[in-house]
Each structure stands twice: as structure tokens, then as C-alpha cells.
């Protein structure tokens, strides 16, 4: 019986529909073996994306010292957590540090700086630091994380070459204000939403372990979908002292493999990224995680220190994965295809669509 729903689940996810509630709660119970949920979901993440695993990685570009109080972060308001605060480094240095992972393998490069949001000043400093990376690394895909966006921020960015814009929602909408006081939950999907009609590629993700129950991990993933993002990163939380989560481990394995089941069913053709606290909450159970996500960080987080490289892709391989090329796509072809720019008809010399 149980097998019969994972089968349903699968085929409505090649049809792109979602689970009902209660279905992606089962996911999340004990009703359905773990390895059976994994399975299931690993023939999304085949059939959409092979053996490939994405290498993403991310460089600091200004770290602590933030206005902001999200409670799950180091670099907030008021943090007492010691780790690394610095304001901008140059773009020739952040050219350097993104230069070392490209020639790992890593073909995104996420630029990320502290803050409520960026200045005029910032989005110019952040047009020196993609051409200064793309100088070097022409087909490397930029991904910018500044926080909330104001008007013509996300145009110039498109125009500078980023690729990808990412802001998470990180928790519900209903637990929103229990994790961060200085913005809502509305103005996460706002700048979503501006970086997608931008042209920018929406990616949006969520951490977990911060308290939230299955209700609560559905309804994410709902909110998430809604914002039809490219790519989606799923992070456990990692708890640093000095924060008001510091100490908090409610994460299992098998909570955090389950999380990206559901995850899976909800975004079977999107980039699901395993991100930061991977390594602390799957432990040995990581292999199984490539089997659900596609897509993995390699190196640093912001303000910790990931599993060393030679590690991740010794992992990959022993999984039985291999790493993305930079000239492969990764997103399937029908998937790009959902979102193609209007050259016909009104404006153009060709024919209307009729
Ligand atoms: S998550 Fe971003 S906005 Fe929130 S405190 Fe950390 S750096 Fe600031």
C-alpha cells in the first residue's frame, strides 16, 4: 500500500503537481520507510538531472556587522558569535577567491554581502566584481545575495551579467516574525520577485532545525513554489553560539533526508541545492542526500568552514555521481523551455503565435 502512494507522488511530479498537504506529511512521518521515500524521490532527481552534480560556491563579500536581527544568523545584530567581520574586500580579491573554486569545479559562484540591503554604492561595487570574474572565467554563473531589493537594483545587476539572484524565505510565513524582527516575510517574496522580472534567476531557499514543525516544512515548500524559483538551496541550520538559536540541534539524518524528499516532490526539474550544514546533520548519511538534491556547495560558508573539497568530490565519486560541466546545463530542456522571451507577433516582423 505504502509503495502505491510514492508511486502516485512520483508520477504527479512528472506531471509538475504538487502533493496535497497531507501526502507531503506522510513523506515526513514514519509511515513510509526512509530508504522507500529516497527512492522515490532519487528517480525525480535522475530523470531530470543524471548523475550531475552541481558545484556551487560562495564568496563573502562583507561579513558580520549586520543591522538585521534573523535569528538563525551569526552576522546579525547584537551577534556575540566570533566569527570573521570585514567590510567589502576589492573585486580583484573576490575575482581570486571565486578564480581558486572555478578551477575546483565549481560553476556558480554565489556573491554575498551582510546588510538589510544594498546601496547605489554597493550595486556599483558589485558591477566591478562580476566583470572582474567574468574577465577571468567568461562562463562562470554569477548568483548575487544582497537582501532586499529596491527599484532598478535587480535591471542593473541583469545588466552587469549576474545570472541568478538569490533570497531566501528561510522559514513559514506564520513563524516568520519568531525568527527576525527588522523584516517580513512579505518583503523576502517582494525581492524575489523583482530579481525574477528582472530576468535574473530566482533562487530561493529555507533552513531547518530553527523549531518548525511538518506543517510548517509544507508550507515552505508551498511558498517556495509559488515564487517558481530555478533554484532552491535547503539548509540545516548550524547553530552558533553567540546567536539565539546557538545550541540547538533538533535535526536527525533521517529528519534532514526526509526534509529533502519533500523538497524534491515540489521541485522535481529545479536545482535543489543541498547548502550549509550539511556536513554536521547528514554526517555519514550524505551520499544518500545526492540521491535527493542535485546540486551541492563546495568550500566555506559564509562564517564557517565547510567539509574540505577533496572530501566532497571523493564523496560524489563514491556515490556514484560525477560533477557538472560547466558547458552541461542544468536545468532540463523543458524547464527553460516554460519561460521563453516573446520574439513573434506585436513588435516583431514575424507572424503572431495563432
Ligand atoms: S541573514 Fe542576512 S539580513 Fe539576516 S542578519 Fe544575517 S546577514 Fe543580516
New binding site residues.
Partial sequence: MGNDLLNVLVDKAFRRELPTRSEALELLSDTHDLLEVVAAAARLRRAHFGNRVKLNTIVNLKSGL?????G??????G?ASDVLKYSWITPAEAAEVAGQAVEAGAKRVCLVA???GPGERDITRLEQTIAAIKDDHPKVEVCVCL?LLGDGQAERLAAAGAHAYNHNL?TSESRYADI?S??TFADRTDTVRRAGRAGLSPCSGAIFGMGESDDDIVDIARALRELDPDSVPVNFLIPFDGTPLEGRWELTPERCLRILAVFRFHFPDVEVRLAGGREIHLRAMQPLALHLANSIFLGDY?TSEGQPGVDDRQLIADAGFVIEGADEPTLPAARHDLVTVRRRGAGTELPANA
Avoid at 72 to 77: A, I, K
Fill in positions: 549586520c543591522p538585521e536581527d534573523c538563525y544568523c551569526s552576522q546579525r545584530l551577534s551582510s546588510g538589510r537582501g528561510n527576525c527588522t523584516h559564509l
